[in-house]
């Protein structure tokens, strides 16, 4: 019910009355006329009633007294209870003024008459009146489409008479970046567990239930938390009753399992098309913000981690204001210290915001900017650099913009040495640089090496440049000396405050990455800060490795110096620093052969990409050429921060090489913790060849020769012909009607058997591949039970083959083994674990009644 849900929020917008909805409302809004009325005040609820517009202007129950009422209207209550209607008359009868009254509506009967002595109440009335047949009154019905209360609505439970009492489903793009559309439900599908599929759908069900009574309402809600849920109420209007009170009656109440969905759908209710709090300027409206403001700061305040990054990303950026700024400071801090990505929780996202929220409580531009720069982390490093080596991929280059924007309107960015009160301009750090970059066959080429000193926090620039002066050498040459003319180079060293000044010639750099949206395409030069000159050098090269595809990596992996490259890059300093470096993707996906692809996940730990490092000695190898290959794949995950799928499967087919010799690689070690290391390589490369499942399920199969292997020729065929396959096929393989059936679902790394072909596997053969190379998974031994199969086979790239026999399982034991499974994979789901656990785990429950090997050359 996600488009029912929709009328909900468009109807409880804050600025919700739209033409087009006055024009689709059935009813309109009326006011008893009594003795308490007045016109354009704010009426008793029981004055308060609806009438049907196509009645009204029908005057079908409703007689039109616009021709009949002037100013005044006197009222007189009888004793039964009922009112009489009447307007009065001067007359003169004998040189004398008569008052005269006449009830309304005028019949034929009616006439003028004296009510001497009579009490009457005078009412002003300069609105528009009916009298209605069906209450036998007067009412005031608006010419306007609605009475205008600033802090109140007209609530009729019919005007939502399609929006009935239950659960709906809210469909927004939650703090993960998914939606519930098919497209991201199947997306989710892919890349989540089932505990959480569940849980998001958990999260977006909203309970709703509606007062059948109508009167006003208070515009904005009362928010409160029972348990572990979420309440908004809509409650009535009561004179001299604050909107909030616990004595108001509610007439609409949402009830919400997750606090994010509530903020989400104050999102788009009250804060919808607000940039400020500009309209919250009545008591009510005050309020109200008081309590969203106390809502946020116990859920900012008495949580932890996840929750409050969680919470940041529901919050308006112009509410930021409102939060301390130094409690922000130190969340983005926290949040920089471990790996930030979209992977799950889109931290990335929410490190955006944070710095936008940081920036909206700034007092100033430059303020701003000096609190990024000069503000250290818990390593010592400036704030603004951690940014930048953080955050990646289209989120890199948005706050790459957005804080050079700040910077072009703060003090910092004055090029004239006399004006700029904050940077020194000197010749050790000028404006105008021969700074010069291009991309040629898809690589980026630059004459400068730039380097963020951490101790100084400054901006090390040395710019070589040519001269124009050519001499002349001498070159030996196979066939004797040569004679060459090479121009003179100049070196350059700079070193520049972060927030410094630059200016670039654009001729000089026609591919430069990061362009200022806002520059005019006829400038000559780009001013820029400098640290966005070190971010450009940091992404650029990289980022056009990335576009130019597997063509380019393949190209790039063949020059030379590739080992000096990776001694000495980015890789190397995060390891040599004993950091983990972890490379992951949640939604990058590619066309691969008709199906979608999903990257997994890779970590390399200090020790293994240190070991790795080592082995660059044998680059005149073949497998010291793979180990360089490898580590440069390494290099530009550490540099891009985005697993590609092309980048996932250059460092899966690389691992099998390596894999694939690993007894050269365990020769290589002098002693034994050089032999240790070597372990830890061998077992890091088997994890990636599991399809970034991380456990290794072929340290349980016991090893013997190919040559006891009796399966069938027709299987044997099989596995030789898809050993080297990039997907996964399969074989099904029934040894008493020696009838077999093909199966593939064009992934690298699963397959997805339909039903009809599960109701064939019974007491079959089942083989298929394994591209990676890896032993039997937790989904190989899932299919080997719901098929209760004889036998479940792999064959991988190396020509050996897994095999697990069924010896003592019987159909019901197989059909208890699968609960115990989705238990245990359920668990682990919610609490988190190591993946071998979760294999050890799933194994022992059939070890005893299988066999398990592995068949090898």
């Not at 309402?217 to 029972?226: C, T």
């Not at 400054?458 to 440049?465: H, K, M, T």
């Not at 240190?610 to 044998?618: C, E, R, S, V």
């Not at 490369?685 to 020769?705: E, I, P, Q």
Request: no cysteine; glycine share 6%; charged share 25%.
């Amino acid at each position: 019910m996600m488009s029912d849900f929709k009328q909900i929020i468009n109807y409880l917008k804050f600025f919700r009355r739209s033409d087009e909805a006055a024009l689709n409302n059935k009813y309109k809004e009326a006011i008893i006329v009594d003795e308490s009325y007045k016109h354009n005040g704010i009426p008793h609820e029981d004055n308060f009633i609806f009438v049907e517009k196509k009645a009204v202007e029908n005057q079908n129950g409703y007689i039109y007294l616009g021709h009949e009422i002037e100013d005044t209207l006197y009222l007189q209550r009888q004793p039964n209870g009922i009112i009489e209607y009447y307007i009065k008359k001067d007359f003169q009868i004998n040189n004398e003024t008569i008052a005269k009254y006449k009830r309304i509506p005028f019949y034929f009967t009616d006439i003028w008459e004296e009510k001497e002595g009579e009490t009457f109440t005078a009412i002003e009335t300069p609105g528009n009146y009916y009298y209605s047949q069906a209450i036998d009154k007067i009412i005031e019905i608006s010419l306007d489409d609605v009475f205008v209360f600033p802090d109140y609505f007209v609530y009729h439970p019919n005007n939502i008479q399609d929006i009935t009492n239950g659960d709906y489903r809210f469909n927004y793009k939650d703090e993960e970046g998914y939606t519930s559309d098919n497209s991201d439900l199947a997306l989710r599908a892919l890349l989540s567990t089932s505990y959480n599929l569940v849980s998001s759908e958990t999260k977006r069900t909203v309970g709703f239930h509606k007062n059948d009574k109508a009167g006003f309402v208070f515009l904005l809600p009362k928010i409160s938390q029972r348990g572990a849920k979420y309440y908004l109420e809509y409650t009535y209007y009561q004179k001299g009753v604050s909107y909030n009170s616990f004595i108001t009656e509610t007439a609409i109440r949402l009830e919400f399992n997750y606090f994010g969905a509530l903020l989400e759908f104050l999102n788009q209710t009250v804060f919808y098309g607000l940039d400020g709090l500009d309209a919250f300027n009545s008591n009510a409206k005050k309020l109200f913000l008081e309590d969203y403001t106390i809502f946020l700061e116990n859920l900012l305040h008495f949580s932890s981690g996840t929750k409050i990054l969680e919470t940041l990303y529901f919050v308006p950026i112009f509410f930021f204001k409102k939060i301390d700024p130094n409690f922000l400071l130190y969340v983005l801090e926290k949040t920089l210290e471990n790996s930030v990505t979209n992977i799950g929780l889109n931290i990335e996202d929410i490190v955006l915001r944070i710095l936008e929220g940081i920036y909206e409580s700034s007092k100033s531009d430059t303020i701003f900017l000096q609190e990024i720069v000069n503000k250290r982390t818990k390593s010592k490093k400036s704030l603004l650099h951690e940014l930048i080596h953080s955050v990646d991929g289209d989120n890199f280059k948005k706050m790459l913009q957005f804080l050079w924007n700040i910077w072009k309107n703060s003090d910092f960015s004055t090029i004239d040495p006399e004006k700029n009160k904050f940077i020194d301009i000197t010749d050790k750090n000028p404006v105008l640089i021969d700074y010069r970059s291009n991309k040629k066959l898809g690589f980026h080429t630059d004459n400068a090496a730039i380097e963020w000193k951490l101790n100084s926090n400054s901006i090390a620039l040395r710019v070589v440049s040519g001269t124009g002066i050519y001499k002349k050498i001498t070159v030996r040459t196979a066939d004797g000396n040569d004679t060459r003319f090479v121009e003179e180079k100049i070196t350059h060293d700079y070193d520049y405050h972060p927030l410094s000044p630059l200016a670039i010639i654009e001729a000089d750099n026609p591919t430069f990455i990061l362009k200022d949206e806002e520059q005019q395409e006829d400038s000559k030069f780009t001013i820029l800060p400098a640290f966005v000159l070190y971010a450009n050098n940091e992404s650029a090269f990289w980022e056009n490795i990335m576009t130019g595809g597997e063509y380019a990596i393949d190209v790039l992996t063949t020059l030379s110096g590739v080992g000096n490259i990776l001694k000495v890059g980015r890789l190397a300093k995060i390891l040599k620093a004993g950091h983990s470096l972890i490379g992951k993707t949640k939604a990058v996906t590619t066309a691969y052969q008709g199906a979608k692809v999903v990257a997994g996940v890779v970590e390399v730990t200090a020790g293994v990409g240190n070991a790795l490092l080592k082995l660059l000695d044998l680059n005149d190898t073949e497998l010291g050429r793979e180990i360089a290959r490898y580590l440069f794949y390494l290099e530009m995950l550490s540099l891009s921060g985005e697993l590609s799928v092309v980048l996932y499967s250059k460092l899966q087919n690389t691992a099998r090489k390596i894999v694939a010799k690993k007894e050269l690689l365990v020769k290589t070690a002098k002693n034994a913790d050089e032999a240790k290391q070597i372990d830890e390589v061998i077992e890091h490369l088997y994890k990636l060849n599991d399809h970034g499942t991380a456990y290794n399920s072929s340290k349980y199969a016991t090893k013997v020769s190919k040559l006891k292997d009796k399966a069938s020729r027709q299987i044997k065929d099989f596995e030789i012909i898809h050993s080297n396959s990039s997907l996964e096929n399969a074989l099904i393989y029934n040894p008493e009607t020696k009838l077999a059936d093909f199966w593939t679902s064009n992934l690298p790394d699963k397959i997805n058997f339909p039903q009809k072909l599960i109701m064939k596997m019974r007491k079959a053969v089942v083989t298929h591949n394994h591209p990676g190379g890896s032993g039997l998974s937790i989904s190989d031994i899932e299919t080997f039970l719901q098929g209760n199969l004889h036998e479940i086979r792999a064959v991988t790239p190396d020509g050996s083959v897994f095999s697990i026999k069924n010896k003592s399982l019987n159909s019901k034991e197989m059909r208890s083994i699968l609960i115990y499974i989705d238990d245990i994979k359920l668990d682990y789901a919610k609490k988190g674990g190591s993946r071998q656990d979760e294999f050890d785990e799933i194994y022992n429950l059939i070890k005893d009644k299988i066999e398990y090997l592995h068949y090898i050359n």
